[in-house]
């Protein structure tokens, strides 16, 4: 009897802490806005489980940040959040290929005192293959949100920096507390891109293909040192550390891939055959110039993440303009046309060659994905296919198929649900679910009021419209037109050039306490460089920074708003 | 091992099957005057070439089933030219920011999208050697291609199984680019001395690979790999052709004794304005000399210069060539061989050879290509007029026996890729051929020639 009642005592006594505890936990979030529950059930929608397995009037259950239950015939839990599902159709997110997604661009190191240009520390150089993504990542970085808008609930990431900045990880779109949250699972590939060190070996494409041979080489080699020392020590010369040849010792055991930024057709063949040459798995990423390489990926087994970017359609000529126009004219006009038709038909070139590829938003501008994906089924991909080079095409190539790509029980609750069939114009996304935490967008109203808005926007914002620019180059003045637009919160733009050269789009735009930053690349003899602008806007003068970190070169921008405006 | 055989197999084997599928052609041409340069000229003959190579010469020659023929009633057939010195069809040219670089490959670099590759075949060239620029000491290795405009692999361009062979260079530009970075070569002393330095580091590099390749012990442990040396060690083995870009007398003999102490056999000049005065020392080690038909005064080391100076190399059996160095020159190198006619009195067959045979020996390729025998790759020029006649035209030119010029049906717009957003009106026929040349930088004020600010 006594036990009994030192039992009751107990357990009481164990129940009322594990009571506390509850409390303690809920008063831990005085701002309110942690879930209410992590259990969601989405009811009676459309979804689309994998590319061409599509249900209708199922339910989607989330528990635990997990796709508990998928079907036509599923028991919602009583503790479940309700999510209409009619008129609702589910997807599985998006998994991005490759890009900086997360990343915090470190600053330029700079030039050391008396640097031997020919031997450069590596750091300078750009050769860090041991760092990682994971020490970039920085949660307040606005490209998670952007990309998550955009159906994306995972990206594969990866360091900024010259011709090794180090190992991508995959990394989760969420909203969390610290950065390791975001870590779906760090170092899987090493990040590799044709771009030199500034005024130091190796300085072009010809000295990282000889410097990327020679690592590798070489860690082949160290990696047998270390082997044969940690299986048995005595009476051998001790390896000696070095972090760069041990960074490689995946790569050249074949574990880790490496992955390649090469738009340019050149580039992914450079890319293929330092593979050729060495043997490594291979990825490729922000490909932008396919479609003659369909037969090669395909028989090299090359995983291929396509870029999501895709040039400025073609102006066609019309009424005066075009009765002015000389035959030569017209000709060399018809071949834009046919390699913008390229540009815009390889993801279709690609999935009938039956290369698996997925996609990269390195390049693009978040808001302009979903056009790009409409352009490319118009020219010839299938939804299917579209579909899975966002979801299982990448999850396969990554290794994560097992828990993302699809929504099938088991998987993590990486969801994306719109208002309509998704490859439609007027799609819109209305939740993520991303790690099973969920995220609302509002759903605008389409055409008229969408423009009127816009309109309003631009008429209250100090950086919106058009800017004469002027901009001093070693090559003497360039100007022309800045013109600068909103869409949502998001500010995009593009460049124009007064002698002729085409137009920029501007990258990563951003307008904060009067600051105006953004980027632009520009094609300089077959090498793309970014150029990265940054100056103070007052009333309508700006008056900026370019900086090349290729170069390690920085001149004035001044641009003054046009009047009108 | 056994494995690592069949990979290696495997991959030669895969190497194999890329060349293969290099287009080779099929045709007949008619009734030409044909300049074999090494058999003579045969006036009324016919060339038949079958899978990419030349199968007959002769008169009166049926066409094989399905084989085109071609008319050349009073065309003149010779040799596809070799660009002993070329730098178009190459996204990049200089490593320069190192002074010895010779772990770089130009094969890693070819665009096969250069349009000045259709410009060359326009002007009769069928081969170039796509060198290193003139920046480093030791530059990279280059690769000799073929002219097979139209493919956008650049492993196609390649010519396969030609010799390897190295870009080096003395003088001005690489102690220019010494001095800018303030490194070493910052005068002629301090190239010798860096050329003498990276042998004897090569040789160190090679006696410690040949101990531990002899080394039995199974715990062994490696040396250090070294791309830049394993390049070193095969030129002092004889396994790559060297090709120094040169001006003066003295630094041309300077290399000579440079290669005699290390015992490195295969050597050609490039430029070598002065060669002239060193003709006899040439021909006694045995190098031979690229050169301009006339074209100096660009700097001052390339001053001392003539017009003879390939007559005067030829006459004391200096195996020489005539190059370009840029995307201009080489659409008429016809009329470079031609200005030897005028500067020296050489004969037909020994000015074409200078942009034939000659640069085919110079680059280890004369057993393919460089005259019109059989057996040899059907890379050939028709003209309209003597090649080498002011009012010479090429006409046609193939490669393997494929077309890849053809002055009747010759389009506009010869580029491969187009950028669908540039501007049209921007189109021009300029090239800024000037950029494909090594010697870019090579015009300096007089004022900047003698001052102390570098």
Redesign the interface.
Known sequence: MKLLLMKTIRAVFLMLLTVSTIGLNAQSDPTGESAVTRTFAITNATVIQAPGKELKGATVVIKNGLIDAVGTNVTVPKNAQLIDGKDLFVYAAFIDGLSNTGAKRPENMPRPNNLFSPDPPNDYAGITPERSLVDQLDIESNTIGSLRKEGFAISHSVPFGRMLPGSGSIILLGDKKHADDLVLSKDVSMFTQFAGAPGAYPGNVLGIMAKFRNLYRNAENDKKHFDSYAQNPSGLERPERDRVTEAFFPVVTKQRPVIFDVSGVLEVQRAIRLQKDLGFKLMVGNVKQAWDLGQTFKENGTNVFLSLDLPDAPKEAKGKDKDEMTEEAKRLEARKMDFYKKYAGQAASLANTGVKFGFSSLDVTSNKIKANLLTMIENGLSENDALAALTTNPAGILGIDKIAGTVEAGKIANIMISNAPYFTKDSQIKFMFVDGDKYDFEIKEKSAAGNGNRAAAAGNDPVVGSWTYNFETPQGATTGKMIIGKEGTEYTGKLTSNDGGPDNDMQEVSYVNGTLSFSFSIDAGGQSVELVVTGTVTGKQYDAEVSVSAFNFSTPLTATKDDGQ | MKKNIL?LTL?LF?GFVANAQVKKGDVLIKNATVLTITKGTLENTDVLVRDGKISRIGKNLKAPNGVQEIDATGKFVMPGIIDAHSHIAL??V????????A????G??I???DVSIYRALAGGVTSTHAL?GSANVIG?ESETLKLRYGT????EMKFEDAPRTIKFALGENPTRGGRS?G?QPSSRMGVEAMLRNSFNDAVAYRAKWDAYKADKNP?K??P?????METLVDILDGKVLVHCHSYRADEIYMLMKVFTDFGIKKLTYQHANEAYKVASELAEFGAGASVFADWWAYKLEVYWSTAYNATILTRNGVLTSINSDSGELIRHLFHEAAKTQKYGDLSDDEALSLITLNPAKQLGIDNRVGSIEVGKDADIAIFEGHPLSVYAIPVMTFVDGVKYFDRATDI??Q?I???????????SIFNRHDEDRCMEEGVVSFEALFSNKK
Do not use: C, K, W
């Open positions: 990979i991959i895969t996204s990049a200089n490593e320069g920011t190192s002074q010895v670089t772990e770089v490959n130009m890693d670099v665009d096969p999208f290193h990279g956008t692999n650049p492993e970075r490194i715990r442990v490696a250090e790999y070294d791309l830049r506009d717009d580029r890729y187009i950028n669908p957003e540039e501007t049209v009106e921007n189109i």
